[in-house]
Every structure is written in structure tokens, then in C-alpha cells.
């Protein structure tokens, strides 16, 4: 077994962090781009943040299965314990000198940790409760609507049914809400924090290396998490994360409308 051979949270935690670290030495500064699309890039940090990752998962859990968005599947393929990892997520925000990004590890189930390289900060779940951790103190989390602030997820993933574009020009949103777009799973972890009311996106968001951790922070934080529809997270399209049921049911009420 590798130096992070204890529980699994805390595994999470290192490799979440070890990314974070590789992510903030290189904030600034010049790095190479890979060219996925003509819209999408990785970065030099990506890639050494999600070797830094595997490197640590990998030593202390030789067994397991991971999944990470830049070098794809490795480790077992069979193992029952699958890891997701998003070693940048907001790659064009990192990019831009923009500070709004994270990095993103999650074992299938319960266990997730979302990492601020800019703050320090560390949003972590075991399943049961959700705490952020600041200079190695942990602190819980607690999910609070006063903000009235709302994400919205503006990257093309929708199959055609709900748009973000159409939520942000609701008049019934902009007069209920105030509307953000971070462009980054960062505000998931947010709305965990209490310093979002709730993130909205649409998409087929199951084994998602962008969004398992976050919505795993969610629901140990004792968010209101959903579908669209309000049904089960993953029974349906999308994903509503709010921080209370009043929120959560102002938002069904808006978005109703432009699902098919």
C-alpha cells in the first residue's frame, strides 16, 4: 500500500490536493494547449495535475479502477471500485488568468473531494457529512438559499430539450434570482458551502468525471438535489442543486416550461 493507505476519504483528499497543487504552481504562467475542439483545450496543468492524481490513487489503491478526463480508463476495468477524476475543471477560466476553477476526485458512491486551488480549500464528503477544509481545519458545510445567486451551466450538453440560454432570459428567473455563470463545477461544491442557492445544468450527467464529486457534496450537505424533472438525480435529464425545498421548487416551476 502507497503513503495514503487509510480511509478512503482521506485518499480522496490527498489526490484532490496534490492535483490542486500542480493547478496553483502553474496558475500564471505559460503552458502548452492541446487541442480537443475548436472550442476545448487541455492544458499542460491538466495533464500533470492528472498524473499527480493517479499517482496517488494508484499507490494506495493498485486495485481499483479509474476514470479520468485526460488520459482516460486505467487500472482495473473489472475492480468494483471506480475513481472519476477531472483534474481541471474551468481549463478556459485557468487559461484566461481567470481564478475560478477546481479540481474534481470522486470514488463511485459516496466519497468525493473538490479542491479550490486559489482558496486553499478543500470540499470533501464521506458520505454522511460534507465539511471544507482551510489550513487543515474542517468545518461543515451548510447549504443556505439568501444569496438568491443561481449557476447556470452554459456548455453545450443539452440532447435538445432544456437550454441555459432560455433559463437566463426567463423573466420569472431574473425576477426571482440573481444569475451567474462560473463556468466551472466549482459552484456545485458552492451551493454545498452556502454561497450559491443552487446550479442548474442540463445533460446525461451519470459517471460524469465534472459533476459526480459535486453532487455527491450536495447530497451529504443536505441539498435538495434533482433531475430536472425534480425526480431522482440520474433518473432523468440534467441536474438541479438547490439549497432549500423552496428554492429547489421556484426552480421546477421555471424550468417546467422548456422540457419536452
Known sequence: MGEHSGSDVELAIAAVEAGAAVVRSQYGTPVGRHVKSATDFATDADLAAEKAILEVIQGARPQDAIVGEEYGASGNADAPRRWLVDPLCGTLNFAAGTPLFSVNVALQGDVAAVADPVSGETFWTDGETARVRRNGSDSPLAPSADSRLVDVNLDPITDGGFLGSKLLTDPTFRETFAQRVLSTTLAVAWVAAGRRAAYVTDGNLR?????????????AAGCIVTDLRGLPVHSGPGLIAAADARTHGALLDIIAPYLR
Open 207 to 219: 459517471d460524469s468525471v465534472h459533476f459526480t464529486a459535486g453532487i455527491a457534496l450536495c447530497q
